[in-house]
């Protein structure tokens, strides 16, 4: 995967949002780096943060210039108070609605988002996108955008600030990592209506980001029917219950909590992120064997790497403090922490391992 | 899917079973209306209610001959107090097992199942059951009518009212929800022995109606390992924990429970129900990358009803009162309750959507 | 499935270690029989158990020589104290990385060890083992062992007694059933840092034996991204919570435990296990047509056993004390035991059902 991204924009020297403030970096993305090698990009639509178009066009732009050498994290989050996002435009979808007279059926369907698909890789989006087929663009578009989540070599955390509904809810799914604020009790005053779920079918509509599909993958068949049949929007409480998030979290740590976990994976071996990422998101949803290979090819790759070739010869230097009878979990900490080696790219070369901390016990 | 069922027997003007009384629809199954959109079928085989070769056809004639003019859910249940399905009939199984002399590999079984789906669709299904083939017809009958249930546009509930073993667990499984009595406690004078679950390796069997798939896809694979290995049978409770039903009730209220959840759910558009369920049952079963162009056929097909346009602009004209800053939880309720815009077959015709409920506020 | 294992050392006149003490099977296998038709394997490589290609070279040799007739459950566990596998050899992985200079396209790494599969197959494995691309077989070995342990007729149980990273995580979860220890309080004196979970990324790897594939299908893609992108370490109560693990219980009764569910499903038909578990394991990780077509190819087989035929005929004349309004949970006990039948190979010759106990009511 890390192919996909060598020709960037972003480098190690001129990485995008140098600063710890926010920078605007195009008409509805603010970036900022709460830490060195983490990128948080907040989305700015007000009012209501609603998904759409050029949003996902900005998006697709800035996952696909960042660069492993200065970025090995990504908190997407939001510029709105209270809002991730509303969801997804429905003047956007009304259109394309609108577009087609007749009903046809689903093959057609899929034939004209194939044929925008072809019609973007050959450099026409562009020219699609003023003509009455730029809803097909778009979601198209919004696909491209939550494959390259899945598949980029930096972890993406969703800081989910508030309402998560529908469009909200997929752009969440298709990070690695959600931790959302705790939704406030009903009806306190000035708060919005909170919470995280896929409502379409209130709308005659179901999810067209991958909602069906991440919610089923990731909390079963059972409870996405549920879910997507009864457009129940669920508390940040249930959510964690039932697995849709990772984490939940006061509104005021919110931000830290992201970024905390931003900056211990962001020191993992970006190599292995990708190898790891592919082989989850993609490999884990291939018939059994099928899968089982495509783990093996990643495992190979990430064993190749000058970063894991040092991390493994350090290992072997320590191997009897880690695992011999004296000692404890503590051991693992500076493994777990990411302060064993250097995994940053070229890190590796630059120093050979730290000796785990023994202080404590000798 | 909708095409499948239009040439059906059922329409708006003639609905199976127009009254709330019990009517007698065939030698198995009695069907009555607890609400006009809903259909609720007893399967009545007495005195174990095992499931055969015989209440399959009259099922899977049932669910053919609905039709979304007239019917949005179905609640399957069973008229014997106690047992929803025991199992099913081991004596058709064993007739099947006597059928054939020789252990053929599983490739020649899989080919006369293969052979009898196509002799059933020229039309010789008759003529098969009456030959030492029938068991083959069952077998595939029951994949007939699971398949049905998984893909007809109206919301299938089990309404589990006692004892669900075997080919029982199986039939609710193939289900959207599952609504369970209470296990009664161990012992109790005149209550039979109750429960969930796949006891047929106890017999030297393993679940043939679509167990194993189900359960490893809704509960995962460790647990239904442990399930079908073991055979345990469970309590309402550990099948609530596990996932394998999605509540549970006491005796008293599961008709209550299940036509409430009924209703609810029969307001929803038949055709975005139909895609919801595709997507989810079928397009999240396959490799990642098809079942997200599984989706976006099935979004495709929902935005471009008349029901779905009529609520798209709808919502847009109350978009300010349901994402606003003085926006709660309860404006949503007319959309979650099916209550925003007609959205049964014809009715967003009739209708262009009532204003979301704002008294409680102004 | 049963073909596979024909042309076996063992058989049941000479079963692998027929006594209940150890027996040391090859340089790092010891094993026992805790009942007839358990059979208890214990790996055995001090001082951490670290798995390599050896042990992978024996462990297959003693699965492909187990026979049904002999063997109904396999346990599989530690001779080391505390420890089940420290993780695998990680001065072997290191020899591979070294082995190739650049790195290459994973599908080259795909190519490489469908190569080495092939060179197995036509006998130089051996001689591949003396070259520079022995890794490859290795890898090769891991997946071939875990695909054994899916498929054999027995039941596979893992026992962890200890610390289980990385490939002694993957191990266990190719076992059908996980029981562990319960994980000691943090900094007791004496015990080694304890724990289960896959912390390869810490090392710039990837689980390489199936972890992602197995972990992601057992607890979900969300919670297995977070494992493997974190290389955290649960302790066995979160590893319960999460179903990574069926059971968990203190040091002292891991192998009563153990020992006693083995026995429970070593009464199974064999048949009926391979059955299972190629319908759950194999078959729930295809899409859904496919996957059930690949369960009624085995209900099939599973239906045309002697054993089950039996079992159905005996069956049939107890089902009213079974089914009928005086019966209870207990009337199943005998079935759910597997003392109903005796279906271990050549068992259903020799008898022809007890009747279920009665004596508790009449």
């Avoid at 948080?40 to 998006?59: C, F, K, V």
């Avoid at 494959?147 to 690695?176: H, K, M, W, Y």
């Avoid at 211990?264 to 099928?290: F, N, Q």
């Avoid at 922490?337 to 023994?358: H, I, S, Y």
């Amino acid at each position: 995967m890390a192919q996909k991204i060598l020709s960037s924009t972003e480098s190690a020297s001129s990485p995008i949002s140098s600063g710890t403030g926010w920078l605007r970096l195009s008409s509805h993305l603010k970036t900022r780096r709460p830490s060195p090698r983490v990128l948080m990009i907040a989305i700015s639509n007000p009012p209501y943060n609603l998904l759409d178009g050029n949003i996902l066009s900005e998006l697709k732009r800035v996952l696909l210039a960042l660069h492993p050498k200065a970025t090995g994290a990504v908190i997407l989050t939001s510029a709105i108070e209270d809002i991730f996002i509303s969801h997804y435009d429905v003047g956007e979808i009304l259109s394309f609605s609108k577009l087609v007279p007749v009903k046809p059926p689903a093959s057609v369907v899929r034939g004209l988002l194939g044929f925008e698909s072809w019609a973007a890789w050959a450099g026409f989006r562009g020219l699609m996108r003023r003509t009455p087929l730029a809803p097909l663009s778009h979601l198209n578009l919004y696909h491209e955008v939550t494959e390259l989540l899945r598949s980029i070599p930096q972890v993406t955390i969703a800081a989910i600030n508030g309402r998560a509904f529908g469009g909200g809810c997929e752009l969440a799914l298709a990070c690695d990592y959600r931790i959302m604020v705790d939704t406030p009790p009903e009806g306190k005053p000035g708060i919005r209506g909170s919470g995280i779920g896929q409502p379409e079918i209130t709308l005659g509509l179901i999810p067209g980001g991958g909602g069906t599909q991440m919610l089923a993958r990731t909390v079963g068949p059972a409870k996405a029917l549920d879910l997507c049949l009864s457009g129940r929007l669920l508390p940040a409480s249930e959510a964690l219950e039932l697995g849709l998030v990772n984490q939940v979290v006061s509104r005021e740590k919110l931000n830290q909590a992201a970024s905390e976990l931003a900056k211990r994976v962001s020191k993992r071996s970006p190599e292995a992120v990708a190898c790891i990422k592919d082989a989850i998101h993609h490999g884990a949803t291939l018939p059994i064997a099928d899968g089982m290979r495509r783990e093996q090819g990643n495992f190979g790759l990430s064993s190749l790497c000058a970063e894991s070739n040092v991390a493994m010869q350090t290992y072997l230097q320590h191997i009897d403090s880690l695992l011999g009878p004296k000692s404890s979990m503590d051991d693992y900490e500076p493994l777990l922490e990411g302060d064993f080696v250097d995994m940053t790219p070229g890190g590796a070369k630059r120093e050979l391992g730290k000796a785990p901390k023994k202080g404590k016990r000798s």
